[in-house]
């Protein structure tokens, strides 16, 4: 079996020389372009190679001498022109990197000179192969076709085509890692003696504390099918194949962009995302700290200080020390290792308690998170008997994750103990700072933090509400019939929507909640529930488009998400043309609502036009945060090593060239100065992989927060 050791990266023996014999390149600090404003922080010239200009190709500046690695990134013009703006006093290496070429040697250089670079063309299709997006690489794997299904082959009786999409794209294993990059087509070393892909595939899935998870989703729900089909994938990666596809350069707005990137925490803790402003004022903590979310990984909080490059943590406490880690049954980790990691061995890597998945900052600069503060088993005023409003409706006997606040002038922690579980938290447009919640299962869930803050009582300043379907049509929510009994005209219905609510949205101005449904199990779609009525409203997913994940809304109430079909999907509820309402209101009774735009990069063989793109969350820039408008839909798009946004009905990809590998499970926007010009706003994210060490830079890398920027063109500083 070939393994990763002698394919990485895949630059063979005539790319080496190829390197050597351009080591001898020096920046050449001439004459540049009258165009290149250099200023006194900034780096500027021309790429070119014996091919001539370079245009769409990124220049890469890094350094180590600040207080944690630092990297900038450009991307040249149509003339082959580059200004790296902006740049920290230090010492760089800068380099070439693009599609059709490979990595040119780096070249030292400080802000404030001219440097003009010398491309090297890949000397093969090889070569140049190593630097396309994992999405070019993982389109290559094969996906049963529709015959293979039924229950007379390996695959389970129950299991779609849809289903094993859904698996392998962003409900599976795209949702908690990047499949294509280097590391994952081709094998670690320490399995080159297992005999088969197919069962090296089944050892690497044992691997490590989310080996569990992996082996009872791939041998579990699909009876160990799945192995053999990436088991012939990197067999057919490590005899040769290559993508049947090739990636453009950035066009057009895509070559505006500035990407500056931080490493953060540390190289054995993943972070799930991190959080820079408040969504609904996107000038709240201008210029400010921002903060991430370890999830399962560590208590340790990464804080990162963008102005200074200063690295801070903060650890996140838990009202019971002695309390069991949060991990194993009811989480999405293990405890220990299913079996031991080619990177790590059995090594225990992750021991969280606080276990804080996602943040958002209210309107004072204060960090609320869906965060552990207790073990499992609610306290008595959410249970049967109790005399809390909700208890009474719907009492809840157990919760895996609850909320908690970080103020960040003080650094005080405050534990917000909920009945309902909890996973990304929104906050409304009301008055009473309403913080909604997703992860709440059979329930709507919200806490009024002007309440919390008077009085500092958080069974007071909660709620929950059942699902309840206006199946009698009557506006107002009546006795109903639970999930499992059939309608009854005469009164509504109860309803689990499916995995229950996993992204949540405040609607801008009616107050209307909205929420992405039945993402694991389920009919995945869009949910409404009405605060002032208790009622709700669903809508499924229309074929083509399947499966949901991350979602967000518009201001003007149209809901987005992230379609496993390869597809940015959206609903627009005014645009339906039926009752909302009735015992024919169940979920697809408004296909009319539903558009799709297909994500770009290559899809699957044999399944028609597609897009293996498999995004894990999707975000609306209302404020113009980037630059590219108001209310603009934006996803991660994570085999293509970044985002993509849909302007104008076109979609526009923003590429985190360096290192390869670069996975997010969510982004921010904020504003720093408005009056700053490009300068002044920008997206904020982090890798968001729960694998770090699997990024081009390999074993010991750190995640990295990235900032985009998009200037008026090329040359802006």
């Known amino acids: 079996m070939t393994t990763a050791r002698t394919l990485r990266w895949g630059i063979g023996a005539a790319v080496a020389a190829l390197l050597v014999a351009c080591a001898a390149q020096v920046g050449d600090s001439g004459t540049t372009d009258p165009a290149i404003r250099i200023g006194a922080s900034d780096l500027g010239g021309v790429v070119t190679s014996a091919n001539g200009p370079e245009a769409g190709v990124w220049v890469i500046a890094e350094t180590t001498d600040l207080q944690t690695k630092y990297a900038k990134m450009v991307v040249t013009d149509d003339r082959g022109r580059y200004l790296v703006p902006g740049l920290p006093k230090a010492t760089y290496n800068v380099w070439v990197r693009g599609y059709g070429l490979v990595d040119s040697p780096k070249v030292r250089a400080e802000p404030g000179r001219s440097l003009n670079l010398t491309a090297v063309p890949a000397p093969d299709e090889r070569a140049a192969a190593q630097y396309y997006p994992a999405i070019y690489w993982y389109s290559m794997l094969q996906i049963p076709p529709a015959s293979e299904f039924g229950g007379h082959t390996r695959i389970p009786k129950e299991r779609t085509q849809v289903d094993w999409l859904k698996q392998m794209k962003n409900i599976g294993c795209i949702g908690c890692h990047q499949l294509g990059q280097a590391s994952t087509r081709t094998m670690p070393a320490a399995f080159a003696d297992i005999k088969s892909h197919e069962e090296a595939w089944m050892r690497r899935m044992q691997s490590g504390q989310s080996g569990e998870q992996m082996t009872n989703q791939l041998a579990g729900n699909f009876g160990g099918a799945p192995y053999k089909y990436y088991g012939e994938w990197t067999e057919r990666i490590a005899k040769g194949e290559l993508p049947f596809a090739k990636p453009q350069r950035p066009q057009g707005v895509e070559r505006n962009i500035v990407v500056t990137s931080w490493e953060w925490s540390t190289e054995k803790h993943y972070l799930h995302d991190l959080i820079a402003s408040d969504r609904r004022n996107p000038t709240v903590n201008a210029y400010g700290p921002v903060y991430g979310s370890p999830e399962y990984s560590t208590d340790n909080m990464p804080i990162l200080d963008p102005r200074s490059g200063k690295v801070t943590t903060f650890k996140m406490p838990v009202a019971d020390p002695s309390m069991p880690e949060a991990l194993g049954p009811g ?4 405890i220990r290792p299913l079996a031991p990691s ?73 534990f917000v103990d909920t009945c309902f579980g909890t996973h990304h938290p929104q906050f409304g447009y009301d008055a009473d700072n309403t913080l909604w919640l997703s992860g709440t299962g059979p329930v709507a869930g919200w806490v009024n933090t002007k309440v919390f803050e008077q009085t ?61 449904v039945g993402v694991f199990g389920g009919p995945p779609g869009f949910l409404r529930f009405d605060p002032k009525t208790g009622l709700s409203e669903v809508f499924n997913v229309p074929m083509p488009a399947f499966g949901i994940r991350g979602g967000d809304i518009d201001r003007n109430g149209v809901v987005w998400g992230s379609a496993s079909s390869g597809h940015l999907v959206s609903f627009d509820r005014r645009k ?3 009752l909302l309402s009735g015992p024919t209101a169940t979920g697809n009774h408004c296909p009319e609502g539903w558009s799709s735009y297909q994500y770009p990069g290559p899809g699957f063989r044999g399944l028609g036009e597609n897009s293996a ?11 113009n945060t980037l630059g590219l408008g108001e209310n603009v839909p934006m996803s991660t798009a994570n085999l293509n090593d970044g985002f993509v946004a849909l302007k104008d009905g076109k979609m526009i990809l923003l590429r985190i060239p ?5 996975y997010a499970k969510g982004f921010d926007g904020r504003i720093d100065d408005p009056n700053a010009g490009w300068k002044g706003r920008g997206l904020w994210s982090t890798n968001g992989d729960r694998t770090p060490w699997l990024m081009e830079t390999g074993k010991g ?5 990235v900032h985009i920027q998009l200037r008026p063109d090329p040359l802006a500083n």
């Open 576 to 578: 339906c043309k039926g």
């Open 456 to 516: 500092g009582d958080a069974a007071r300043a909660q709620g929950w509400s059942p699902f309840v379907l206006d199946t009698n049509g009557n506006g107002r929510r009546d006795d109903y019939v639970e999930p499992n009994q059939p309608i009854d005209p005469t009164k509504d219905k109860r309803i689990v929507p499916g995995s229950g609510p996993y992204a949540v949205m405040p609607h801008p101005t009616d107050g209307s909640i909205w929420y992405t």
């Open 658 to 662: 360096y290192p390869m590998g670069f």
């Open 331 to 334: 989480h999405a980790a293990s």
């Open 701 to 705: 890398s750190k995640p990295r927060a």
């Open 342 to 414: 080619p990177y790590w061995g059995e090594e225990k890597l992750w021991d969280t308690r606080a276990n804080a998945h996602n943040s958002m900052f209210d309107k004072n600069g204060r960090v609320w998170m869906a965060a552990t503060v207790r073990d499992r088993p609610n306290p008595a005023f959410c249970k049967k008997g109790s005399e809390h409003p909700s208890a009474k409706v719907f009492p809840l006997e157990m919760s895996s994750r609850q909320v908690a606040m970080l103020d960040p002038k003080t650094m005080k922690y405050t």
């Open 613 to 623: 793109e498999s995004s894990y969350y999707t975000w609306v820039d209302q404020h």
